[in-house]
């Protein structure tokens, strides 16, 4: 979904909804479009929004409603943007991203078939990971490997750190174990 449709949706759909009925509806859909006009925010942000302006609760709902029929409040899609945009330039494991989505108060359901439909595997997003980490890894290279057993000591303090990182991301112990020592073999051996 782009930027541009998405203003042209919100011009019209603001204008269809202004001209309903009553006053406290009216003053509700304002708080509500108002609050929208600055981009698309996920329905819960919208409810505490028209909340924190003293609208009434049933109001809410009808005007949450109304403002999901016109698409200007859209969990899934909203999830979806942001889910690309997360994966492009922050790779991280699924069970991370559904983190993040939470704590930004996306609709739950929206929010996990946004993650089943977009993301990766997370061997994928795995090895971006570790290919967007290969300068930092060609620093620690030297220092992970262990000369005697001429293999990756996965008990360096560089090494640790680094899998720490991973682990952070939300990627699993023993496949980050393996891809941070198949790229640092990778490394050596090119040198």
Known sequence: MDAERLDRDFAAAEAALLQKESEP???????????????????????????????????????????KSCNLINDYELACLYLQQRIDSHPEGAR????????????????????EDLMPSDEELLAAYVSRRRSALRRIAA??????????????RAFEKELRRALNRGFAYNASRDALIRSLEEILNDN
């Open 96 to 115: 991370v991203m559904r983190e993040r989505l939470a704590a930004r108060g996306y609709d739950p359901e929206a929010a996990a078939r946004a993650v």
């Open 143 to 156: 220092e992970c490997y262990d000369a005697e057993t001429e293999r990756i000591d996965p008990h360096t």
């Open 25 to 67: 509806l009216a003053a509700a859909r304002q708080v509500a479009l108002g609050y929208l006009s600055r981009g698309m925010q996920p329905e819960s942000r919208v409810r505490t929004k028209m909340r924190e302006a003293g609208v009434a609760a049933d109001l809410i709902d009808r005007v949450t409603a109304e403002l």
